[in-house]
């Protein structure tokens, strides 16, 4: 997905939280390709990343709370202090993502592969594994 788009997918979601969904549009990136994309401090609460691609993305302290990441494939991934509360990451792959600091607290990992994952100080209170 080209930049413009996802600035305008981004800023349409963030009307549609303001709003409580009276305008704007959530973000639905269902299946997107939105590998090495520079994410981060990103509003995407209660979005839809489902199977999206986000291999080496930048997510640092970006808001995915709520957010469907059901089999997105998040290998390699900079999630430092990103907020994951009560995220939908079943089947997700995180392999070798940079989960330091972030809070997971209340998330869904079932079937998701953590291999080689930095946990460090991440929140994992009331994970669903």
């Known amino acids: ?7 305008e997918v981004l ?3 963030k009307l549609w939280l303001e709003t409580g969904g009276k305008e ?15 994410l981060s401090d990103a509003n ?22 709520y957010a ?3 089999g997105a494939n998040l290998s390699g991934a900079d999630l430092i202090n990103a907020k994951l509360y009560s ?7 995180l392999k070798n993502a940079n989960l330091r ?8 990992l079932i079937n998701a592969n953590l291999r080689n994952a930095n946990l460090r100080n ?5 994970a669903n594994f």
Do not use: V
């Open 44 to 65: 995407l609460e209660d979005a839809n990343l489902r199977g999206a691609n986000l291999i080496g993305a930048d997510l640092r302290c970006a808001n995915l709370e």
């Open 11 to 13: 800023e349409q979601h």
């Open 24 to 38: 704007g549009k959530r973000a639905n990136l269902n299946g997107a390709d939105l590998s090495y994309a520079d």
């Open 87 to 93: 995220a939908n990451l079943i089947g997700a792959n």
């Open 68 to 70: 469907n990441l059901y």
């Open 1 to 7: 997905m080209d930049k413009d788009k996802l600035d």
């Open 101 to 108: 600091g972030a809070d997971l607290s209340g998330a869904y």
């Open 122 to 126: 991440a929140d994992l209170r009331s």
